[in-house]
């Protein structure tokens, strides 16, 4: 088997060691045998919707992000939007994470078109939330990571979020939810990175876009003491 994945934008969303995530999901790939290949669009490049089976979106100062919504709605958005209907994964966190609704509105300059394969939208706030954060998943999966966001995030109505905060402000520090999952659309504020501590959920992504070429797969169980040991220890922080 093989699994492509698309690091969207690298050079512009690439803070709060989010690349870790990219690793994350190479390396428990290479342990089972499962080749991979790593596309890095960035500005000015076109996708192929029918090429990788997992995009990554990190995330990035409002700079940033004003460069690449323009160059995602110019080059980019039709075919992602295909991509998502045809059963690729997106994982997107803060700033990618914000691109995924239907807008996000800075505190200053206009309002940014996000990509709407989520129904959300996300308004900046007056103070960040910044700190560890614990979050219980509806099949009761704990994941845990760091925010530090000003933006709020509100989801629309029937729009599954990631998991209820145990421990953070989540979304919006408001209605006690963090992220989305939503089909094969997940996003959140946590980063970390995210998947080192969280191998369920890199286990999760990996089966859910291999699944879009070879149907149901089964993964191989891996030793994961040490990335149990980083959940906990991360489960255990309170500050």
């Known amino acids: 088997m093989k699994l492509r994945i698309a690091y969207l934008y690298p050079d512009q969303l690439n803070i709060y060691g989010d690349r870790g995530n990219i690793l994350t999901l190479y390396q428990r790939c290479q342990w089972r045998g499962i080749e991979v290949e790593i596309l890095t669009p960035g500005l000015g490049d076109t996708i192929d919707p029918e090429g990788p089976d997992l995009y990554f979106m990190g995330g990035g100062q409002d700079s940033q992000q004003i460069q690449v919504c323009e160059d995602i709605h110019q080059r980019k958005a039709h075919s992602l939007k295909l991509a998502g209907e045809h059963g690729a994964v ?3 966190i803060c700033g990618g994470y914000q691109l995924l609704g239907n807008y996000y509105k800075p505190h200053n300059g ?7 394969l989520i129904d959300a939208y996300t308004v900046a706030g007056n103070t960040r939330y910044i700190g560890n954060v614990a979050i219980e998943r509806p099949n009761g999966q704990q994941v845990v990571g760091f925010e530090n966001h000003s933006g709020r995030t509100y989801l629309g109505k029937g729009v599954t979020p990631l ?5 953070g402000k989540g979304n919006n520090g408001e209605d006690g939810f963090e992220g989305v999952a ?9 980063h970390g990175s995210l ?12 089966g859910k876009a ?3 070429r070879y149907g149901t797969v089964q993964l191989e169980p891996l030793n ?3 990335e149990i040991q980083a959940h906990q220890r991360a489960l255990a922080l309170k500050h």
């Open 163 to 167: 998991g209820k905060v145990l421990h």
């Open 110 to 116: 206009d309002e940014l078109k996000g990509l709407s």
């Open 210 to 212: 291999l699944q879009r």
């Open 224 to 226: 994961d003491q040490i």
């Open 182 to 190: 939503q089909g094969n659309f997940y996003g959140t504020y946590l």
């Open 195 to 206: 998947l080192p501590k969280n191998p369920a959920l890199a286990d999760e992504l990996i």
């Open 90 to 92: 997106f994982l997107t």
